[in-house]
């Protein structure tokens, strides 16, 4: 689906995406993650923004615009373990982007039922598969 509210569910889960991945590898020790553990907190960057993305989707990315810089500035220069993964997630993210007109989302504003459902099918919907290097799914 390429609706553009659609694509804003899908841009704050890929920001979930994201910072969870952020949160593994910096604010993580390593030797939480040999057990499995993970330092983030219970509200990701996406599901954070989600209700204001409820009430007006470009509210909800103008938050984004003022949160997103340090997880996406990691994921452009972290090169370790995972690193490839994280640059796939900024691809999906620009893929996203190119499907989003503002404008489009201002005249939705407030949003009505059908809306609200397309925001959260494109929240709620997998990753794809692959990322050329390998299985990738959502976390």
């Known amino acids: 689906m390429t609706e ?3 694509c804003v569910g899908r841009l704050l889960a890929l920001a979930d995406n994201l910072h969870f991945h ?3 590898f910096v604010r993580t020790s390593e030797e939480k993650r040999k057990k499995g553990q993970v330092d983030a907190p219970t509200e990701l ?3 954070t923004l989600f ?3 409820l009430d007006s989707p470009v509210a909800a990315l103008a938050r984004l615009a003022e949160r997103i810089r340090p997880y996406q500035g990691w ?8 690193g490839c993964k994280n640059r796939w997630l900024l ?16 005249r939705l504003s407030p949003l009505g039922d059908i809306h609200k459902a397309q925001l959260l099918l494109g929240y709620l919907a997998d990753l794809p ?8 799914t959502k976390e």
């Open 91 to 106: 691809h999906l993210m620009a893929e996203c982007e190119r499907q989003i007109e503002v404008d489009t989302l201002q």
């Open 4 to 6: 553009p509210i659609y």
């Open 51 to 53: 209700n204001f993305a």
């Open 129 to 136: 598969k692959s990322d050329g290097s390998q299985n990738a």
């Open 22 to 24: 952020y949160c593994k």
């Open 75 to 82: 994921a452009t220069t972290y090169c370790g373990e995972e």
């Open 45 to 47: 960057l996406g599901n």
